[in-house]
């Protein structure tokens, strides 16, 4: 059995259910860890202690390979003796056609900084609100613009109403849902997010920055396209 599985939750109760059924071989390709695995709080904490419980049961099927898309959650599983190494696989991961989102010159006007994700709080929405602000109170001109919606089925799911205050205050324009996404990119100077989003921003931008930072770690990436 094949199965993508985007969190710890699905990935446990697809793998328990491969096991219990006797499927004789399972790939689990493991797209991202989910939002417990970055909350914090002793609730967290304790969700993540149950998550991994269950991620080893679920995993350990006799004939498995793990395909993960970035070295840290391979990491957090041999840590976690979740799986062991030598079932694990790391690949390029998510990927963007360059024909679809060609290079776009750099718009006029004022900068516009982007950030364009689900509006949750795991994706950095009130930071980069907060360094909007932040900014403008410094003097800088530029525009900073959040696009996406929020996700009621995620628990830490943006309110709307709390977006649109974001944007009633002054210090960010929220455009919301959008399905040209070519020619929204082409619109900004700077795309900054998690780094999964860079894939997309870079061909258009041809240079984009993220932070990502967790319980454990604090990073910055910056990819540029020449």
């Known amino acids: 059995a094949t199965s993508s599985w985007p969190n710890d939750a699905a990935r446990s109760s697809s793998g328990i259910a491969a096991r219990l059924v006797g499927v004789p071989s399972v790939v689990a390709a493991v797209t991202g ?3 417990t695995h970055v909350a914090q709080g002793a609730r967290a904490r304790a969700l993540r202690w149950l998550l ?3 991620l080893r ?3 350990g099927h006799p004939n498995l390979r793990v395909i993960l898309q970035n070295p840290d959650d391979r990491d957090d599983f041999t840590r976690g003796r979740v799986v062991s190494s030598g ?3 790391v690949i390029r991961g998510s990927g963007v056609d360059p024909e679809a989102f060609p290079f776009q010159p750099e718009p006029d006007g004022p900068p516009v900084v982007l ?3 689900r509006m949750i709080a795991d994706k950095g ?8 602000r932040e ?4 003097g800088v001109e530029a525009r900073f613009v959040l696009v996406g919606d929020t996700d009621p089925g995620n628990p830490t799911a943006i309110a709307k109403a709390t977006l649109e205050s974001f944007r009633d205050s002054g210090a960010v324009e929220w455009w919301g849902q959008r399905d040209d996404m070519q020619t929204v990119l082409a619109a900004a100077h700077l795309h900054t997010g998690r780094w999964q989003q860079l894939y997309v921003a870079a061909p258009v931008l041809g240079d984009a920055s993220s932070s990502d930072s967790g319980d454990r770690t604090s990073r910055t990436y910056r990819l540029s396209i020449r």
């Open 52 to 54: 991994t419980i269950l």
């Open 57 to 59: 049961l679920a995993l």
């Open 135 to 138: 900014l403008r109170r410094e």
């Open 115 to 117: 950030l364009a994700a």
């Open 125 to 132: 929405i009130a930071e980069f609100v907060e360094a909007a």
């Open 87 to 89: 079932v694990c696989k």
């Open 33 to 35: 860890r989910g939002s």
